[in-house]
């Protein structure tokens, strides 16, 4: 990549952060190395020292970077779908799915990498990751106590969901045969299909 002509310390910092994003995507955070990366942006290494403070910080910054911009994002999501359980259950695996869509690089490093961190890092991001969690495992506690949702194991049920959900980053891609709302449609379907109350039948 060609230097940053005129570029000030924000700009050089935002491209770092996504040359990193597409090496460790590519190649694994074990496997990519400063000089490539510095490389990639145009500078000297010793220049990327100007933005971050190792290769580890810089992985952490960007899976925390990450996290919290999903739980913004979830959290005004459930606030505009309003006051309805079920609506506030789409929104949140609607969301997910689009999310999940839209920054597979992101999510596949925040996957993937996690064990790249080192322990006080580790801990940090699990956290937020259990907080997002959290998010889903209200909604079908919520549903549990009116009536709405049947659910034998809410914690197991809401690693199941999400487990399924985030697969899609997997394989999802721009050009393929189904458009993004029809994705989001059928993975809604199928997540609320394996929560939703089951009619008593009569005898």
Known sequence: MARISGSNGARTATAIRSAALTLIYRQGFAAMNLRDLAAEVGIQPSSLYNHITSKQALLFDMMQEHMATLLAATDAALEAAGPALMDRLRAFIAHHVLYHMERRQEVYIANFELRALDPPNYRQIVEMRRNY????????????????????????????????????????RPNGRLEKAELVALHTELALNGVRRRAVSAR
């Open 133 to 172: 969690e959290a998010r889903l495992m209200a909604l079908l506690e919520e549903g549990v106590a009116t009536g709405e949702l049947e659910v034998a194991d809410i914690p197991v049920t809401t690693f199941a969901m999400l487990a399924m959900l985030t697969g899609i980053c997997t394989w999802y």
